[in-house]
């Protein structure tokens, strides 16, 4: 932390709070997952992601110190309770790395293209560093346990061609074109990780109390099983193979093994992932009806994250992220 003397700009001020968030709750949930992991290569996995998310916030911690940046209170060991019953099995604590994976490396990245800092743009570089790797063992791990799922198939190109109508862009009426890997690519990548937040909110409705609160679980995996079938749904229309889902892996345990500010929280995170890929599915597709489903549940997936918001600011679950001043 050699340039400690140069004030940080906004986007690392801003970077830098978002990821010691993230790292507090990733924190819990995989020190819940170390106690009830059984099979001894994901548990390897598991820790190796665990001392990885404590040396980050040990990081975080000693240069806020430094630079007179109030840590954040984020989460700690009162939002999770190791000893609860088992409530996921060790394929979703295998899928669940490669999420943490893939969500580290979409933010690290975002923010390392905005750094000016020698010591935080070495920071993200390390995150990205580990995200990839990350990604890589899960995706090894997964593979070799027969429980990674492929996106559908094509056909190889044969040949070199160029577009010669402005029908390549028709979805609706008029000639359409098939659709395009890239567009395969968008719909699958969305379909599992909405796969993936449909199994975590059946956990969550599973262990959480009536009331408000599960009242948002039950309406984020409606949510999630809808976008799921609208996806699924894109890819029987092009006679394409609708790949397994990863919505598995919750028990019958009733024990909660979080608070439910780390639960909403957390369901606040997965809402602006999805938003993120979302937009990314958008700015990849060309046919005008894909483009458009993907608009839609953008729509959706962003009046639900305002509405989780309003409940976070109602139970005073929700820390003030870094502002501008105030001026007249």
Known sequence: MAQNQIDMTATEIGFLWSTYQAES?????LTY?????????IKELNKRNWDSCKKNRAWLNELFEEDGFPVPESFNESDVNPSAARLYTDPFILYFQWFIGKGKLDVSSLAINTIA?????????????????????????????????????I?????VSYVKKESFL?????????????????????LMTNSLGQALMTSFIQVSKKGEVHNKFVRG????AKHVDVLSAALKKENLSVPNTWN???????????????????????????LANYGTAVSLSMKRDIGLDFTRLAAEVANFTQDSTKLLIKKGWMETPPLAPKRE
Not at 155 to 159: F, G, L, R, S, Y
Not at 170 to 189: M, T, V
Not at 221 to 224: N, S, W
């Open 155 to 159: 056909p190889m190109p044969q040949a």
């Open 33 to 41: 997952f170390d106690h009830i992991v059984e099979d001894p290569e």
């Open 248 to 274: 598995t892996g919750i028990t019958a345990s009733t024990e909660p093994p979080f608070s439910e500010k780390l639960m909403l929280n957390m369901v606040s995170f997965l809402n602006s992932q999805g």
């Open 221 to 224: 995996r409606e949510i999630a």
């Open 170 to 190: 028709n979805g609706w009426i008029g000639e359409e074109r098939p659709i395009a890997g890239i567009e395969i690519a968008s719909i699958f990548y969305n």
């Open 117 to 153: 800092r020698d010591d935080i743009f070495s920071f993200y570089e390390n995150c990205v560093s580990q995200a990839t790797q990350l990604l890589n063992d899960a995706r090894k791990l997964l593979l070799s346990k027969g429980l990674w799922i492929r996106a559908p198939y």
């Open 25 to 29: 709750l990733n924190h819990c949930l």
